[in-house]
């Protein structure tokens, strides 16, 4: 456990991974643009730095960033400091594009860095539980010298593929939880007006073949109580929907339920800091 480890991003994914890669051992410097997070990272073991210089200087470091635009600044701010230091592990778990992860990933291992592309499922809990679903893309050798950090974040983790492999993975299962959310609100909806409670209806889903992930922990966690607080935003969600339906249209993908599905989701009337479960609120008729 003498590697340290940067995390880039200590937002509600990157503190939890932060505060998991601090638990297993690892020494973690947490850097963040806005001030909030880093007292938080402190009391989890975590040693906010103030600039991304210092947690730059790590063995390996992680993003958890918004887009694939912060991924590609970050990394361009720190051209300079990665042409000159050792070889360096990034583990990019941002839900980011395909295309960008690929050429950061030829830019980068042309200076003898690697980047992986490490999107995460499991939300706020799974990131500070150390039990995220990770995919991941990139060589064999950089998944190799990252693994130590990749346990301590996951408790599954797919190679999918080359560089993008793990980018794409995530933006189809998201595509397929966007639609998720969509279907099981107006499956619930139809239950009650024709006359079963929504609470039954969902109880047979979850023990029956039409359920998913969003059916059985999504509803019972977040919307059934209209908590509406899973700790992902509507912006995010409509971010990785576009990019779903981008590389539908790059590859020529015909997919007629899951775009009617995307274009619910870009028209939906949600503020962008609302949570994402709010698409279930299958009670509201608007
Ligand atoms: P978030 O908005 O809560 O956190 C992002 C953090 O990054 C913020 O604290 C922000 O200040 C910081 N940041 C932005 N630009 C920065 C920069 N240049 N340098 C340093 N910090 C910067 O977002 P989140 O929910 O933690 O999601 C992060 C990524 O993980 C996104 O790509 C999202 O799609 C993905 N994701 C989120 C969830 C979830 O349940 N929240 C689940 C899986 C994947």
Known sequence: KDLTVGVVGLGAMGLGMAASSARAGFRTLGFDLAPEPAETARGAGVEPVPTLEDAFAADRIVFSLPTARDVADVIKRMAALLQQRDRVVIIDTSTSEPQVTRDLAQRLAAMGHGFLDAPVSGGPAGAANGALTMMIGGTAKDLADAQPVIEALSSKAIHVGESGAGNVAKLVNNLLCAAHMITTAEGLRLAEAAGISAESALDVLNAASGRSMVSE??????????????GFTMALMQKDVRLARKLAEDTGTKMPLTEKAARLWAEASYAATDDFTRMGDFRNKG
């Open 217 to 230: 922990v999504h509803f019972p966690t977040w919307v059934m109580n209209e908590g509406f607080d899973s």
